[in-house]
């Protein structure tokens, strides 16, 4: 068979007919540019170009007819050659290198897949039935003095784990189609090396042989989990099956039971002062025992704050909130830390997908509407001086931007929010959390389970898998997640954890899934992620109590897979359904027209075990209850000694207020990120209302958070009120104070959230105002460091008594623990954590739209007015980040939860619509927030002499919570203020906004050209 | 019975992500809309003569692998086998947005030698662009009628519109119908939209369909707090133009569907 494979394979290269067409060669050389600084532009030159190459299994296709086909469909006359006599003419020297790149076998190659539809579809054949197999070859051509340039652009263009290459010089380059034409027969079926069932013997090993197997398999188990298992197995009288295995280590894996959350964590106090001095704010009272921290924070909010429109919390993929009389929205953050350490786009282009995977798993089936992203990475200053062994920062930045972008624009869902934190702290393992939100009918009369958030299984419902082939892609992923990374570890260059995604295969089963949801044609549903099937399908079976799984007619990517490999491979695109038996024919059929997979893999039963069979054999046969119940709980010691500020230096110069001012625009956490934000398509589905910038013409504002529509499709203008709201999303992540205490850092961070979406103009106060809270907890590993613990400890309470306060209930959360990198620099031990990281996400509603606004200022003489109990501090402030220096004397701001809740109920009310702009304060502080609302329409701002006279640093530059910079017209200035005070609001007023386009300070004035500039960075 | 109904088809599947909103602005602007998945055309054959305007919005068929609506247009081509030009000199309209727009270059209903290539700077670029209106195309094509400039939004990674070597615009069998203010993209003379020789298949890579209500734009949250500024967030917005434009000039469908 491979002989004919190589004898019949078609190669066809498409060279850019002109340099000025290859854009991925422009990219390129700006990505190798931006990590090697001090490289000349004209040290090198690199030119791409793309190949397919096409194997016929049979003669069911001539040659020639193939040929033909393939390059009608190929070959765009206007941007192609097919011969490389022009775009790489010149002649190859020996600075010369030529590189061929293709897929590892059993990745996703997407370019592939659809060259093979493409073909069916003109020769008029049936996909599977076609014997056509496309591999999909990336050309380069690098012209560079130095070989070891050479080498290292070579290098650059691909990535070892996904990829494998070839390089030429000039001579060998005219054979490479003779040189690599057996290569794609590496991929070609074989078959599975051993028997199907293996078991593991456990009973015998004493406990280091537990740990060290544990380790060895990648199982990610403790010594006391290991143990509990033993014992389970000696109690059965057998051994386990290696199934089995892999079943408890996935489903144990802190990835999905969150062990450290629901463990029991004994905490204490250490050193005399107590915590750093908060303004006025009281320390909190954290209690010496805390058994399962999630019920005892972050569940106990939600329980203190109950409302009628909370649907489904912490249960199901997303939290579900009622937010019309029709419509309901879920909304999930995840976070895939590890896997973009290790590849960025595919990592972030997967936990994308995967979020997404969640809102159509979410009740009966929910559309995505909407995504947001934060990225967490060290500063580019870092590119050159970092670890062996990991990616420079900036590269890790631009790919996991381009994984979002890779998953998120083609699916057709809207990037509205995020964040992007840069830190040091981030430069072992950054942090990149996808989210995404959906909207589902709350009711749906055709439908088995009719209520949205009903989830339920009958023994008998038919398990089906939709979506896409099962790979060795993503094996472990779960239990690797659980580890911390270290490059010495074989974990680093294990290329099975690594997965692509296939946002075509997801969107195509996606639109099926919704069509079969509004027919009422399955039961429920779940995604396939961490854990895969073992997984989807070992949580489903509880539904039910039991599921009989059968791998037999898996589809595969990869032929050669163990059964227990299938089980838990983490193949993207898939997706976990129950279907029941009579609906099961017409489910098929449908995921058949629309040119989705679908497979039956068995059924759900009520016998309380999880089984999975292979070609008849039991690989799996696990008591239902010892799976999600058995797990012995962790127990963590947490000690917290409060850190002390540095002191301020003698003789340390403090900056003017215009020269901070610019140096707080321009710095890399505050400056615009746009050239993020302008790649993700944020207006698709066209439901925008408020973006996550205000551009008009070449200006720009940043808005607090954006603002997308929910509702029927309307006729405009014709709609009933109530009928079409607005979903608000904003996010706070404030991870600096955790230098100083994580108890503020999760209070500042969850106020922040709330602050984004109230300024945007979601509602607030009373039981009936929608806004939900969603935790997501990055942490450097708190079982070996009780520091960590306590930190962990603290932020949690803080997040309590912060939502508690506010009234707010959490509906969905996820914690991802070991954020710790180990390896050398320099040949010396280095270990990283990052700060620990809480990030917030509030999703709100605007219920009357004319409530909606945006952030920046909007006409000449409006009055600028700073709301809030403003007890600012430049502690933990950007200003203190980018070193400028303060004689600071006060601590951490404080939180004053009851004058914040008076402020936000008026915000959040019909009152605040009066309001012409609303922009928080936040980093970069309050002369921060006014100078960005000057941009998009090149107003001016002149300063209120009462202010001014009293201003310091620390009013123009401090941080701290609950406040806000709004505008106002000039004709609602008295009664506004006359209510303000009424109401218990304190305000301040601040200046007026001026035809004038500069901003005018007591001793200073800036154009405001000069400051936007300065905030995007532009010369 | 006679047909009478000013009917629109929005195409959908395989990856295309504009639909809902496409066929939004379709009812909008009075046309009976239905939206199709290639599957079910494919499956079930229909004539074009039933429909008054066919639509293919945005998106990103086929994952824009092997070239932005080339595989697509194949399986118009091929599985479809609707002749759009045919379709259009009987009096139908053809609108083709972004990915339809990359479709409809790839059928060849503008002629051979126009592509859209990637952005100049390789990058997909989502951003308001104010647009003007060639006079000549405004006289042709019935989808531009009184219109002189409008701002919409790009949502493209390969907007990029060029002309073969050899080939001027006036030897193809188009008009270019809309100019970017600025060049995102760096198109061959800012060229943003095209028309057939008949004015009545139109395609561009901005999306009219994106600024169908007031709140769509910018600009709006100033605009609203002008005396004769938008009402409401989800008042008419300047790109439903297109398509009621397109209405007034459609003509009911010569034949009932079945």
Redesign the interface.
């Known amino acids: 068979m491979s002989g004919q494979l190589e004898t019949n394979a078609l190669r066809i290269e498409l060279f850019p007919r002109t340099r ?2 290859d ?2 060669a ?2 390129l050389t700006e990505d190798f540019l931006r990590e090697n600084p001090g490289l000349s532009p004209n040290a090198f030159r690199i030119e791409t170009a793309k190949a397919y190459v096409i194997d016929r299994a049979s003669e069911a296709t001539g040659a020639e007819a193939l040929r033909e086909a393939a390059e009608e ?2 070959v ?4 192609d050659r097919t011969d490389e006599s022009e775009a790489w003419a010149a002649p190859a020297g020996t600075r010369t290198l030529f590189v061929e790149r293709r897929f590892r076998p059993g990745m996703t190659d ?2 592939a897949r ?2 093979e ?2 073909l069916a ?2 020769l ?1 054949v049936a996909t599977e039935n076609s014997g056509l197999l496309a591999h999909r070859l990336d050309l380069y051509r690098i012209d560079a003095e130095s070989a070891e340039l050479r080498a290292a652009l070579a290098a650059f263009v691909a990535h070892p784990l996904l990829h494998r290459t070839f390089t030429f010089d000039g001579e060998t380059w005219a054979n490479r189609a003779a040189v690599t034409a057996g290569v794609s027969t590496a991929s070609a079926p074989t078959s599975m090396v051993g028997p199907i069932v293996r078991t593991f013997a456990i009973r015998n090993l004493d406990e280091a042989a537990l740990e060290r197997a544990s380790k060895e398999n990648l199982w990610a188990l403790t010594r006391a989990e290991m143990l509990a298992i033993r014992e389970h197995f000696r109690a059965l009288d057998r051994e386990p099956r290696i199934g089995e295995m892999e079943v408890l280590a996935q489903t144990w894996s802190e990835h999905c039971k969150h062990k450290i959350f629901r463990g029991t964590i004994a905490y204490r106090e250490t050193g005399a002062e107590g915590p750093v001095a908060t303004v006025g704010g009281a320390s909190p009272t954290i209690p010496a025992e805390t058994k399962n921290l999630f019920k005892t924070t972050i569940k106990a909010a939600t329980d203190a704050s109950p409302k009628p429109w909370l649907l489904s919390v912490f249960s199901d993929n997303a939290g579900i909130v009622a937010f019309t009389a029709k419509d309901a929205v879920c909304i999930k953050v995840e976070t895939h830390n590890s896997p973009s350490a290790i590849d960025p786009f595919a990592g972030a282009i997967t936990g994308i997908g995967g979020v997404h995977r969640d809102i159509i798993g979410t009740g009966f089936g929910a559309k995505p509407i909407f995504n947001l992203d934060v990225f967490c990475v060290a500063p580019a200053r870092f590119d050159v001086d970092r670890p062996d062994g990991i990616f420079p920062p900036s590269r890790i930045l631009e790919g996991v931007r381009a994984g979002v ?1 890779a998953g998120g ?4 869902i809207p990037t509205v929010a995020g964040a992007l934190v840069y830190d040091a702290s981030y430069l072992g393992k950054p942090l990149v959390f996808c989210g995404s939100g959906g909207v589902l009918p709350r009711e749906l009369a055709k439908h088995p389970l009719r209520d949205c958030a009903a989830k339920s299984i009958e023994a008998g419902d038919a398990i089906v898998m939709v979506g896409g082939r099962i790979g060795r892609d993503g094996i472990h992923g779960a239990t690797f997640s659980s580890l911390a990374l270290d490059s010495s570890d074989a974990s680093m260059s294990n290329a099975t954890v690594v997965q692509l995604g ?3 295969t997801q ?2 089963a996606l ?1 099926f899934l919704l069509v079969a949801r509004d027919r009422g044609l399955y039961r429920t549903l779940t995604d396939n992620g961490a854990g895969g099937l073992s997984s989807s399908v070992g949580e489903l079976a509880t539904l039910s109590n039991g599921a009989r799984l059968d791998l037999t007619d898996a589809p595969l990517k990869a032929t050669d897979l163990r059964p227990e490999e299938i089980l838990v491979s983490e193949s993207q695109e898939r997706m976990s359904v129950a279907v029941p038996r009579s609906s099961l024919p017409d489910f098929l059929a449908l995921s058949k ?3 989705v997979e679908s497979t039956a893999l068995g059924e759900f039963t009520a016998n309380g075990r999880f089984e999975v069979l292979y070609r008849g054999e039991t690989i799996a046969d696990l008591d239902l209850g010892f799976l999600h119940d058995g797990c012995p709980e962790l127990k963590l010691e947490a000690t917290w000694s409060p850190t002390k500020p540095a002191p301020f230096p003698a003789g340390a110069k403090t900056p003017k207020v215009g020269e901070a001012l610019l140096a707080l625009l321009g710095s890399e956490n505050i400056a615009s990120k746009e050239s993020l ?15 996550p ?5 070449d200006h720009r504002s940043p808005n607090q958070s954006a603002a997308v529509l929910v509702g029927e ?5 014709q ?1 009933a009120a109530g009928e ?1 709201v607005a979903a608000v999303v904003g996010v706070g992540i404030l991870p600096e104070y955790s230098r100083y205490d994580a108890y503020t850092m999760a209070q500042a961070s969850l106020d922040e959230a709330v602050r984004n979406v109230l300024a945007t103009g979601a509602e607030f106060g009373g039981p009936d105002a929608v806004m939900a809270l969603l935790d997501n907890f990055c942490w450097p590993d708190p079982v070996s460091n009780p520091k960590y613990a306590a930190d962990l400890v603290r932020a949690g309470y803080g997040l309590r008594d912060a939502a508690t306060a506010l009234e707010l209930p959490f509906v969905s959360g996820k914690d991802s623990m070991k954020n710790d990198f180990r390896g050398k620099q320099n040949g010396r031990d280095v270990k990283i954590s990052v700060l620990p990281t809480v990030l917030v996400t509030a999703l709100g509603r605007i219920g009357d ?2 409530r ?3 952030s ?1 200022f ?2 000449a003489g409006d009055a600028v007015f700073l709301l809030g109990p403003h007890r600012f501090s430049l502690l933990g402030s950007q200003f203190e980040r980018i070193g400028l220096a303060h004689p600071d004397p006060r601590g951490l701001p404080p939180a004053d939860w009851a004058a914040a809740k008076r402020l936000y109920a008026w915000l959040g009310s019909d009152r605040s619509t009066r309001l ?2 609303c922009a928080d304060v936040a980093e970069g502080g309050t002369l921060t927030a006014i100078a960005e609302g000057l941009f ?2 090149e107003l001016g701002f002149e300063v209120d002499a009462a202010w001014a006279t009293e201003a310091n640093l620390t009013d123009y530059f401090g941080e701290g919570m609950h406040s806000f910079v709004v505008s106002i ?1 000039p004709e609602h200035e008295v009664d506004l203020v006359r209510e303000w005070f009424a109401a218990g609001i304190a305000f301040t007023k601040l200046g007026r906004v001026t035809e004038n386009a500069e901003l005018k300070l007591p001793k200073e004035t800036i154009p405001t050209a000069v400051l936007e500039s300065a905030w995007r960075k532009r010369p | 019975m006679k047909p009478t109904k000013k009917v629109a088809w929005v195409l ?4 295309i ?2 639909e ?2 496409t ?2 602005a379709c ?2 602007a009075g046309f009976e809309t239905t939206i199709f ?1 290639m ?2 055309l494919i ?1 079930k054959p229909r004539s074009l003569e039933e429909c008054s305007l066919l639509v293919i919005p ?3 068929s ?6 932005s609506g ?2 697509l247009a ?2 118009i081509r ?2 479809l086998g609707w002749d759009l030009p045919a379709f259009a000199r009987a009096g139908g309209l053809v609108l083709g947005i972004c990915n339809g727009f990359q479709a409809l270059v790839a059928l060849g209903v503008f002629g ?4 859209l ?12 662009c ?1 647009l003007e209106v060639d006079p000549a195309a405004r006289k042709t094509s019935p989808f531009l009628d009184a219109l002189a400039e409008i701002d919409l ?1 790009i ?1 493209h ?1 390969e907007g990029r519109l ?3 070597e050899t080939s001027a615009v006036t030897a193809l069998r188009s008009l270019p119908a809309l100019r970017y203010s600025t060049n995102p993209n760096g198109s061959t003379d800012r060229i943003a939209g095209l028309c057939d020789e008949t004015g009545r298949i139109f395609g561009l890579m901005p ?1 009219p ?2 600024f ?2 007031a ?2 734009h ?2 709006y ?2 605009d609203a ?1 002008l005396p004769d500024g938008p009402a ?6 300047a790109g ?1 133009a297109l398509f009621t434009n397109a209405f007034r000039s459609a003509k009911p469908a010569t034949k009932e569907s079945p």
Request: proline content about 4%; glycine content about 12%.
């Open positions: 000025d067409l854009v991925t422009k990219r469909i190929l765009n006359a206007v941007l997407n370019a659809t060259l539809e493409a579809i003109r008029g972008e624009n083609p699916a057709g296939d946002p075509f969107k195509r639109d027209t629309m040119g934000l302008r790649q993700y398509d944020h207006e698709v589905q066209g439901t925008s209302l408020v973006k910038q205000t551009q008009i013409g499709p309307t006729v405009a203008g709609t079409v739209l004319t909606a606004r945006s920046e909007k006409q012409r702009s998009a329409y017209g | 959908t599947g395989d990856g992500n504009c809902v909103e066929a939004e009812r909008a998945h599957s079910e499956a945005g998106g990103f086929f994952g824009d692998e092997l070239g080339r595989v194949l399986k091929r599985q051979e030698g126009v592509a290539a990637a952005n100049a700077d390789g990058r997909f670029r989502n951003e308001w104010r939004p949502r990674g060029l002309f073969a999306h369909e994106g169908q209500r709140s769509q910018p600009g949250f100033r707090t409401h967030p989800l008042s008419d917005g439903l």
